[in-house]
C-alpha cells in the first residue's frame, strides 16, 4: 500500500527551508484532495484560507510556535464557518439539486433533517464543535496528500486563534481559525527528520472481538 509508505515518509516538519518554494500545481492537487474529504451531511461547513504572501505568513508567525511558518511556503489554514444557518443550508441543498438533478419533494425532506440535526446541535450548544470537527478531517487528508506529493507539512494548533482571525479578516467571512498547516520542504538541518516515529504496536491499538 502506497499510502503507508507515505505515511512513514511524512513527520510534523519543524523548520522548513525557506529558499524552496512548492510548485503551484502541487498546492491545487493537495488543495483538491481536502476537498474531495467527506464532510458531515456532505455540507462542508469549513473553508480553506491559504496563505502564500511572505508578509502576512512572517506577521502570522509572531503568533504560533515554534519556526515553522516563517519558513514555510504556503500555509492552508483550516477554518470553520460561524453561520451555518437556514440560508447556508438552502444554498447547500440547492447546489446538491443543480448537481444531482434531484427531485424537489426529496429536498425538502433532505433540508429537513439537515435543518432539525442542526438545530438539535444548536440547543445544545455543540454547533460551533460540530463544524470544528469536520475540518479535522480535512487536516488528515491534507497530510496524507502531502506525503504522497511528498510536500513537507506540519498540523499545528499551537497558534493565537484569535489573532489568525483578525489579520486575514476572517470575522467578515463568517469564519473562525481551527488549525493552520504550513507546507515547504524540509530544512536540511531540521533533526527531527532523522527521529524514528514514535507509534504504538497495533495489538496495543486495536480491540477486536
Ligand atoms: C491537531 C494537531 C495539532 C498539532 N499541533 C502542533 C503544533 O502546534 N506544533 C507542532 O510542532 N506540532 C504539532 N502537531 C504535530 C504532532 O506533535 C505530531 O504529529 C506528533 O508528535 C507525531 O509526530 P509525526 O507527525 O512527526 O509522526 C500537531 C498535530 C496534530 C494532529
Request: charge should be neutral; proline fraction near 2%.
Amino acid at each position: 500500500m502506497r499510502l503507508i509508505e507515505d505515511l512513514k515518509w511524512r513527520y510534523a516538519v519543524k523548520k522548513f527551508d525557506a529558499s524552496k518554494k512548492v510548485e503551484e500545481e502541487k498546492v491545487q492537487e493537495i488543495l483538491k484532495a481536502g476537498n474531495l474529504t467527506a464532510s458531515s451531511f456532505g455540507m462542508q461547513a469549513f473553508r480553506f484560507v491559504l496563505v502564500r504572501d511572505k508578509t502576512i505568513l512572517t506577521k502570522l508567525s509572531e503568533y504560533s510556535w515554534g519556526e515553522q511558518l516563517k519558513g514555510a511556503s504556503h500555509m492552508i489554514l483550516l477554518t470553520a464557518k460561524t453561520k451555518v444557518d437556514s440560508d447556508f443550508i438552502k444554498n447547500y441543498v440547492n447546489y446538491t439539486a443543480k448537481i444531482r438533478n434531484t427531485e424537489q419533494e426529496k429536498l425538502e425532506l433532505f433540508e429537513k433533517v439537515v435543518s432539525g440535526h442542526l438545530k438539535t446541535l444548536e440547543e445544545e450548544n455543540r454547533k460551533d464543535e460540530w463544524a470544528a470537527r469536520q475540518t479535522y478531517i480535512v487536516l488528515g487528508t491534507l497530510l496524507a496528500a502531502c506525503a504522497n506529493a511528498r510536500v513537507d507539512s506540519c498540523p499545528m494548533e499551537g497558534i493565537e486563534k484569535a489573532m489568525f482571525d483578525e489579520i486575514l479578516d476572517l470575522p467578515s467571512k463568517n469564519l473562525t481559525t481551527i488549525s493552520a498547516l504550513p507546507i515547504g520542504y524540509r530544512a536540511e538541518d531540521d533533526k527531527y527528520q532523522h527521529l524514528p516515529k514514535v507509534r504504538r504496536p497495533l495489538e496495543d491499538m486495536v480491540i477486536e472481538y
